[in-house]
């Protein structure tokens, strides 16, 4: 009774941002992402009737913090009363810094847990309860450019261009590897219940959602990077304008910007886009892919870079 997966963060172009069930953890908006190939979670399950409660064990070493999501995330996939499980989990990236992290573990540890208590769930069931466990680890079930639609009880993923149709290139800036002072799912109940430009950013997704799905059937990047920036520089906006202000950047996130607008000045295809976190990622064809990654590296204030293919969706691996 023990089982492994293994996941992939996935980036947003049409961010999630606010939820419309906290219950349920149903986003209040409608997204679309990118899978990586290179950065990966692996969670494993083992079943172990003997222990007193679940054991969660980060990279090898005990974890308090994340035990109550895990171990409720395991209680939604088995559906009913469980074992006890120790979970392993390790991840080759830094964890809980704006990485998506929580979307491929959770993504990872659903399917592993599905596997591990043998509770037989439908692909459709276990993309809602990794949904539940973290809105964006919905999208790491699958991979290459995923659609995360917004539904009246539920989500439903779906994959608009598989890895190998539009090949880019990631390459994530990282400007301060700590774990994030307010967790997205916070800071979105903050932004909900304070930020005036809310409602406008509620309003003008399925607009944007339309920009990036046409952008992405036509694979024109600058059309992409267009609504993509725009879409990722208002969700910070709304963030900025809650109370008490929420922001994510640091000095370095903002040399970063100014690093891919310099390059779409000589004439670059890339784009730039941030989470809830200080890291930028820019996304660009594989032609450019050094340019950018050099201009990164040397850009005030980056401790390190990492470059990235798209990958596919959550599978199980051999324990
Ligand atoms: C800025 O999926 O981490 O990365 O559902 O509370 O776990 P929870 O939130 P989470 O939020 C991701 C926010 C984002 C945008 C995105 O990934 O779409």
């Keep these: 009774m023990q089982a492994q997966a293994r996941a992939q963060p996935n980036i947003a172009l ?3 941002w606010g939820k419309r069930d906290l219950e349920r ?8 992402s990118v899978t990586l190939a290179d950065l990966y979670s692996t969670m494993r399950v083992t079943v172990d009737p003997s222990l007193p409660e679940d054991v969660l064990l ?13 171990s409720a995330c395991m209680d939604q996939v088995a559906g009913g009363p469980r074992p006890a499980a120790r979970v392993d989990s390790s991840s080759n990236f830094p964890i809980a810094a704006g990485l998506a992290s929580s979307a491929s573990a959770f993504a990872a540890l659903t399917l592993a847990a599905d596997a591990a208590f043998g509770s037989n769930r439908t692909e459709h069931e276990l993309v809602n309860l990794a949904g539940r466990a973290s809105g964006s680890a919905a999208r790491s079930m699958l ?4 659609e995360l639609e917004n539904r009246d009880h539920e989500v439903a993923v779906s994959s608009l261009l598989e890895p190998e149709q539009w090949p880019l290139q990631v390459v994530v800036a990282i400007t301060a590897p ?7 799912g916070d800071a979105m109940e903050i932004s909900r219940k304070t930020s005036p430009f809310y409602d406008r950013w509620i309003e003008q997704q399925s607009e944007d959602l339309g920009e990036a799905r046409a952008a992405i059937h036509d694979r024109d990047l600058q059309r ?3 609504v993509a920036e725009h879409n990722c520089l208002k969700m910070h906006s709304v963030m900025w304008g809650a109370r008490p202000p929420l922001s994510y950047w640091n000095s370095a996130t903002v040399a970063c910007m100014q690093t891919i607008r310099d390059l779409q000045a000589q004439g670059m295809e890339v784009f730039f886009t941030i989470d809830a976190g200080p890291q930028l990622k ?14 990164l590296r040397t850009t005030a204030g980056v401790a390190d870079v990492m470059v990235s293919g798209i ?9």
């Design 224 to 226: 992409l990077g267009a």
């Design 178 to 184: 700590g774990p994030k002072p307010v967790s997205s």
């Design 14 to 16: 049409i961010k999630y």
């Design 311 to 319: 990958g596919t969706g959550a599978r199980l691996i051999a324990a």
């Design 282 to 295: 820019a996304i660009c064809a594989p032609p450019d892919v050094t340019a950018v990654r050099d201009a």
């Design 143 to 146: 991979g290459g450019f995923v």
């Design 58 to 70: 980060v990279n090898g070493d005990a974890s308090r913090s994340m035990l109550a999501r895990v």
């Design 25 to 32: 953890n149903l986003p209040a908006v409608g997204s679309i």
